[in-house]
């Protein structure tokens, strides 16, 4: 039995989208508390995903003896700063004026655990670079986007509307939408789970 540890549509459906049979179940983890003990000393972006990503599936390995459990998060960095969901739509703009014109970070990392054990993880970064969108552009991607911007790392969704707003973008596709999908499937079949 294979289980994805998200309550993430996005990973879902990526993963469903393979045809491989899975369960869900989310992650009951502070996933802050992780990144500060981690931000602490240094900042190292893909230690701390793959961090967040193999708490994900060590926590939800727990409850599921034999399971194998897929754990995956993503980070956004700029300057050496992490930038979270933002939590309403003034957040929102303020976070996209701080993108405007310029390259971040985006870290997907993905993890597989049996009975608590890590198996495998593997990170990926993609550098997303936004052109100088005027205020007026970003108020209309956000009025056709609505909510779903609240629940993207970035206040984005390149599935959408939002890709008006890039210059360039430089990484898989997958790792944009926060799993490392191909490197994944090699895992699985490695593993004999597919």
């Not at 708490?55 to 194998?68: E, F, G, I, T």
Request: one cysteine or more; aromatic letters at 6%.
């Amino acid at each position: 039995m294979i289980i994805l540890a998200t309550k993430s549509q996005t990973r879902i459906q990526l993963l469903a989208n393979t045809g491989i049979d899975f369960k869900t179940e989310t992650a009951r983890i502070d996933e802050r508390e992780i990144e500060s003990s981690a931000t602490s000393s240094t900042f190292d972006q893909q230690n701390l995903t793959q961090n967040l990503a193999d708490a994900k599936a060590k926590n939800v390995s727990s409850r599921h003896p034999q399971a194998l459990v897929v754990g995956a998060d993503q980070t956004l960095s700029i300057n050496d700063s992490y930038l979270h969901k933002p939590a309403n739509f003034d957040a929102l703009r303020d976070q996209l004026q701080l993108l405007r014109g310029k390259t971040h970070i985006l870290c997907a990392a993905v993890s597989v655990c049996r009975d608590g054990e890590v198996l495998w993880g593997q990170q990926s970064d993609a550098k997303m670079t936004m052109r100088e969108f005027s205020d007026a552009e970003a108020d209309h991607v956000i009025k056709l986007e609505g909510d779903k911007l609240l629940k993207s790392v970035g206040g984005y969704r390149l599935e959408g509307p939002s890709i008006q707003l890039f210059e360039r973008i430089d990484g898989d596709y997958f790792t944009i939408l926060g799993l490392p999908l191909l490197p994944l499937l090699t895992a699985l079949r490695e593993l004999k789970a597919i």
